[in-house]
């Protein structure tokens, strides 16, 4: 186990290799089961509660992340492969993220070049915040985590999907995902 902890505010204990296993259910389908040990759990103080990153090599990294995040020109490959996206003119790509078991669309954020780089070397969900314009990492507040098992980009190199275990809720509001809200229209309007 690592023991991660901000100087004012939490503790993390997070299992350094967030494994799972499989067991057999009814109609042959194989359903994870996420050991014990990898859920995050989360120790609160008096302090009022900071950000979640932590300088590591020159780059912001979560502190859940079992691997320390390299900066972008530091990992073989990762500059060419990046520059083989189509950013937005801010420098965002969309980032879809679904349920590796199950397929279920989850959330749906941006992410810019570093957060993506740190996604695909900590194998935690990490995004940009336009609102607050910054990096995030999934979970580092609220303790649900994503663990992002691949990363694909589409045949336009213009969006990502994040394949992921999530740990907790993925919504905001507590709800499992974000897409809860079906759409439909009636004389009166949306």
């Known amino acids: 186990y690592s023991i991660l902890s901000s100087a004012a505010s939490m503790v993390l204990l997070l299992c350094k290799h967030l494994q799972t296993s499989s067991r057999q259910i009814p109609q042959g389908q194989l359903v994870p089961k996420r050991q014990l040990c990898c ?8 302090h009022k509660q900071e ?3 932590v300088q590591l090599a020159g780059v912001p990294t979560c502190r859940a992340a079992a ?5 972008e020109a530091a990992v073989s490959g990762m500059t060419a492969y990046l520059d083989t996206l189509r950013w937005s003119n801010d420098g965002l790509v969309p980032v879809i993220v679904q349920h590796v078991d199950t397929g279920e669309l989850l959330m749906q954020a941006f992410a810019d070049r570093a957060a993506l780089s740190e996604t695909l070397q900590t194998k935690l969900a990490t995004f940009y915040s336009r609102s607050r314009g910054e990096r995030w990492c999934k979970g580092e507040t609220s303790g649900n985590f994503i663990r992002v098992t691949q990363v694909f980009h589409d ?5 990502i999907v994040y394949l992921g275990d999530p740990i907790g809720p ?3 509001t507590g709800a499992r995902t974000c897409w809860f809200h079906e759409a439909s229209v009636s004389a009166q309007g949306a």
Do not use: I, K, Y
Not at 41 to 46: F, H, I, K, Y
Not at 155 to 159: E, G, I, N, P, V
């Open 39 to 46: 859920r995050p759990a989360r120790l609160q103080s008096n």
């Open 170 to 172: 993925t919504c905001h």
């Open 155 to 159: 045949c336009d190199r213009d969006s």
């Open 67 to 71: 691997v320390e995040a390299q900066p």
């Open 51 to 53: 950000t979640q990153l």
